[in-house]
Nanobody
Framework: QVHFVESGGGLVQPGGSLRLSCAAS????????MSWYRQTPGKERELVAS????????NYADSVKGRFIISRDNDKNAVYLQMNSLKIEDTAVYYC?????????WGQGTQVIVSA
């Protein structure tokens, strides 16, 4: 079955950087677009970035454009989110997601806290 292991979250000061990783298994990773979402308490989960299966097309939320970079390694079945110039408002639980066989599959989430 589809399974993700996310890592890389933590506590960082404003202006700092973090790199999130999501290791995938249970499906043909190289054939699927992948996404990163985030969620804060009381708010809906929001799309942060997405990348197509070939890594040629990438899309970003306006709030992270120019600061975050999504990438993937199809040999390692992994997708990454490089987060730079972090702001307090980036504090959230970050999830990777795939839409596979008519269903959304989510990782367990990794917490990012941006605080002075």
């Amino acid at each position: 079955q589809v399974h993700f292991v996310e890592s890389g979250g933590g506590l960082v000061q404003p202006g700092g950087s973090l790199r999130l990783s999501c290791a995938a298994s249970g499906f043909l990773f190289r054939a699927y677009d992948m996404s990163w979402y985030r969620q804060t308490p009381g708010k809906e989960r929001e799309l942060v970035a997405s990348i197509d299966s070939t890594a040629r097309r990438k899309n970003y939320a306006d709030s992270v454009k120019g600061r975050f970079i999504i990438s993937r390694d199809n040999d390692k079945n992994a997708v990454y989110l490089q987060m730079n110039s972090l702001k307090i408002e980036d504090t959230a639980v970050y999830y990777c997601k795939v839409y596979h066989r008519a269903s959304d599959y989510w990782g367990q989430g990794t917490q990012v806290i941006v605080s002075a």
